[in-house]
């Protein structure tokens, strides 16, 4: 192990709420049921794919691209009104001492997520500093369960996938890790996937997974 590569959102930070009221607040305006329970279907996968899930209740006439993307657009305006709320007080100190202590101990800190707003959420919260590579959603093609943001997190830290650490709550995340062939750790929902290569309930347990507990 030479590297961690963390997810953002139900790792790192907690946004899902961000998200949920902002995808609620787009699905009500076009009159489309939307619940926590396919909101849960969202979590790790791409903005347009998240609204291709929502429109499956959709019951109007087809909506063209421009009029998909005007969608997209509001949602994720309202969602960074929300997220410019946050603050370093978002982040937990078990998040930030693990991370400090990995840092010191030599290993090396990226984030994977498939979030265009990963560099925003870390300002906010005051975590940008504490890593040394962001592969996001906006030097992405492909989403998770695609390795593709796993694939670039590790590259851009010079290190090989086996030698690279996955930390993910989803089980897309999971998926796309062990697709990178990078080991996978499971946190919050994703303790409970099979696939992972470890399971964790706690942020700090990532420190006896690395050696340095």
Excluded at 137 to 155: C, L, R, W, Y
Excluded at 182 to 194: E, N, R
């Amino acid at each position: 192990m030479k590297a961690f590569i963390f997810d953002l959102d139900g790792v790192i930070v907690f946004t899902d709420k961000f998200h949920y009221q902002a995808w609620k607040k787009m699905a009500d305006s076009m009159g489309i049921y939307f619940d926590e329970t396919i909101n849960n279907r969202l979590r790790g996968v791409s903005r347009a794919e998240s609204l291709e899930i929502i429109l499956e209740r959709y019951e109007g006439t087809p909506l063209s691209p421009e009029k998909k993307a005007a969608l997209m657009e509001e949602k994720n305006n309202t969602y960074r009104s929300l997220l410019a709320t946050m603050t370093p007080c978002d982040v937990t100190n078990q998040v930030r001492d693990t991370l400090k202590k990995l840092r010191e101990a030599g290993f090396k800190l990226a984030i994977g997520s498939s979030s265009k707003n990963a560099r925003f959420i870390l300002e906010k919260v005051a975590l940008t500093d504490a890593f040394d590579a962001i592969s996001d959603g906006n030097n992405i093609t492909h989403s998770k369960p695609d390795p593709e943001v796993f694939v670039k997190a590790g590259q851009f830290l010079g290190e090989a996938p086996e030698d690279c650490v996955v930390i993910e709550d989803a089980y897309a995340g999971i998926d796309a890790a062990k697709a990178a062939e990078m080991t996978a750790v499971g946190i919050g929902d994703a303790s409970g996937y099979d696939k992972a290569d470890y399971k964790i309930h706690e942020f700090s347990e990532l420190l006896k997974i690395a050696g340095i507990a």
